[in-house]
Structures are given as structure tokens and as C-alpha cells.
């Protein structure tokens, strides 16, 4: 992590404390959703197909935010570890503006375009 001074790394540690914050709150409020509790729990005066529909986009919400959670997290473990900013795959430093726009990502640029071409990630 060399490549990034204190003030960087401290500015980047804030922004994924203020991500995880953000989606810890989404996911509390899919929690508390009433369409997100089983099927047939709910009265039949909605219509049940629009109910389904809204239902199965809420909990592909909630899987995208899972996951990002997730990532926030490793970013997180990665930076106490000293290892955050370091490209996985190349071994190579990720740039600041690269990590500012996306704290969570672990592959440089190079990297992601390759890898995205080849269908990962
Ligand atoms: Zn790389």
C-alpha cells in the first residue's frame, strides 16, 4: 500500500465505513419489507403476479447488496492486513483515482478489462 499516503488511505477507509453504513440501512429496511415475508401471508386484494414481480426484484436487490456488503468488508479486513490497493491478479499498485471511484476494487485496471473480457467478476 505504498503507493498510498495516510491521508489517502484515510480518505478511502472513510468512504467504505460510509458504503457499509449505506447498505447495512438498505438491508435493514428490506428487514421490515412485508412483501419480502413468504408468499401467502399476504391479503389477496393485490394482485398477485405484480406482487411476485416486485418481490422478486426486491430480493435481487437485497443479493446485490449482500455481496457488495461483502466486498466493502474485504476491502476493509484488506486494509488493516496492509494489503489493500494491491492488484490480485497482477500483484501491481491500483491507482488512487481508480480506488476513490471504486474502494472496493481489487483488480487494477488492466486487470479488470482483461478479466471482464474473459467473463469474470
Ligand atoms: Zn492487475
Known amino acids: 500500500m505504498e ?16 458504503r457499509r453504513a449505506e447498505v447495512l440501512k438498505r438491508l435493514e429496511s428490506f428487514l421490515s419489507d412485508p412483501t419480502l415475508k413468504a408468499s401467502g401471508e399476504i391479503g389477496d386484494e393485490v394482485d398477485s403476479a405484480d406482487l411476485e414481480m416486485a418481490r422478486l426484484t426486491k430480493i435481487r436487490l437485497r443479493e446485490r447488496e449482500t455481496v457488495y456488503l461483502k466486498k466493502v468488508e474485504y476491502a476493509l ?22 480506488l476513490k471511484a471504486r474502494p472496493v476494487a481489487v ?13 469474470e467478476e
Open 77 to 98: 479486513r484488506k486494509m488493516e492486513e496492509g494489503t489493500y490497493g494491491i492488484c490480485e491478479n497482477c500483484g501491481r499498485p491500483i491507482a488512487y483515482e481508480r
Open 3 to 18: 503507493h498510498l499516503s495516510p491521508e489517502q488511505l484515510r480518505e478511502l477507509k472513510e468512504l467504505l465505513l460510509r
Open 107 to 119: 483488480y487494477c485496471i488492466e486487470c479488470k478489462t482483461k478479466l471482464e473480457a474473459e467473463g
